[in-house]
Nanobody, 127 residues
Framework: QVQLVESGGGLVQAGDSLRLSCVVSGRTFSISAVGWFRQAPGKEREFVAA????????YYVDSEKGRFTISRDNAKNTVALLADSLKPEDTAVYYC????????????????????WGQGTQVTVSS
């Protein structure tokens, strides 16, 4: 089992940056990847970024490349998401998720590939 706890959300102005953090605990040695997803009111949960746990390879949603940066600190079992130039449409609950499964490169984007989820952290961007 893996537990994930997100933090770092809040109310920011458009154009600001925000750093979200996900602390991973439990059977972390078996994790293959950690991802960040977000869900806006009335919309489906969508992929933002992911990182492979051992190699550190990064995956991003094409439309947001350059604004989001994912990083990991394996010694602290933490995965961070840095969001730059935030827009009102970035307003959502941001979740981190982990999987034990071995993912192909085209699998990192799917919510169904991740077994463990945090409770989420709210990000609100005002215009």
């Amino acid at each position: 089992q893996v537990q994930l706890v997100e933090s770092g959300g809040g109310l920011v102005q458009a154009g600001d940056s925000l750093r979200l953090s996900c602390v991973v605990s439990g059977r972390t040695f078996s994790i293959s990847a950690v991802g960040w997803f977000r869900q806006a009111p009335g919309k489906e949960r969508e992929f933002v970024a992911a990182i492979s746990w051992s190699v550190g390879r990064r995956y991003y949603v094409d439309s947001e490349k350059g604004r989001f940066t994912i990083s990991r600190d394996n010694a602290k079992n933490t995965v961070a998401l840095l969001a730059d130039s935030l827009k009102p449409e970035d307003t959502a609950v941001y979740y981190c998720a982990a999987t034990y499964g071995v993912l192909r490169d085209d699998n990192y984007y799917y919510t169904r590939k991740y077994e463990y989820w945090g409770q989420g952290t709210q990000v609100t961007v005002s215009s």
